[in-house]
């Protein structure tokens, strides 16, 4: 734990915290201002969610066509794998419900490339911080002790793990909350597909459930990043 302590309550921890998240809190509200048109609104929005379900026959009914095509010269199989692996998956969606509502902040962070850079930066720092016992010459020194090897590397991975999820958590956090003071509410109970970007996602999840994946696949990312740098 001692290690913990050392990285998480350094001064430069503690700052390179406020600057990233100073940063993005900064740069996402200066996008939100920026940005007009980036997605469907008003009478184009409920005319999307009206046609949704006639858009889901029409992939559909491309993919059959296709299909009876892909039998004549298809000789693998391939192609018909594929056209039914889309059938089975956009079948999923039969049911869902869409609700128009305020989609222009879940859009913005979706392409938000600051964010996930901030995420990478916040990485690398606590990898900086790991080195300073290599650049006082001082690593053979902690090896040498008894929690030296094997339980350093062990804490090490778990304090990398939790920085990538707590860096993650807290840009989609920072994004999320200034969109609803900026844009309006979202509306994180709503369909994925709701948000006209999102009408080719072939899984039936919520909005609040798309930004908790998201979360852990970048702090995934990240984690893996910090191993291999």
């Given at each position: ?6 990285i ?21 509200c ?23 379900s ?5 992939v ?9 095509l ?10 018909k ?30 392409n ?5 850079a ?16 290599k ?30 999820l ?33 009408s ?30």
């Amino acid at each position: 734990m001692s290690e913990l302590r050392r990285i998480f309550f350094s001064r430069r921890m503690l700052f390179a915290w406020f600057i990233g998240l100073f940063l993005c809190g900064v740069f996402f509200c200066y996008e939100c201002g920026s940005t007009k048109e980036i997605t469907l609104l008003g009478e184009e929005l409920q005319s999307y969610v009206d046609n949704y379900s006639g858009f889901l026959q029409s992939v559909k009914d491309n993919a059959e066509n296709v299909g009876m095509l892909a039998a004549i010269s298809d000789r693998t199989g391939f192609v018909k794998d594929n056209i039914d692996k889309t059938l089975a998956d956009y079948s999923r969606l039969e049911g869902i419900t869409l609700v128009a509502g305020e989609n222009k902040g879940i859009v913005l962070f979706s392409n938000f490339v600051l964010g996930d850079a901030i995420i990478m930066a916040m990485v690398l720092v606590v990898l900086l911080l790991f080195a300073e016992e290599k650049n006082k010459g001082l690593s053979l020194l902690v090896r040498c002790t008894k929690n030296g090897r094997s339980r350093l590397v062990l804490e090490r991975a778990g304090i990398l793990a939790v920085t990538s999820l707590l860096a993650s958590f807290l840009v989609t956090v920072v994004c999320m909350s200034l969109s609803h003071v900026l844009c309006g509410d979202p509306g994180f109970g709503r369909s994925l597909q709701s948000v006209p970007e999102f009408s080719l996602c072939a899984f039936p999840i919520t909005i609040g459930e798309y930004l908790m994946l998201t979360i852990l696949l970048k702090a995934l990312a990240a984690f893996t990043f910090g191993v291999f740098v």
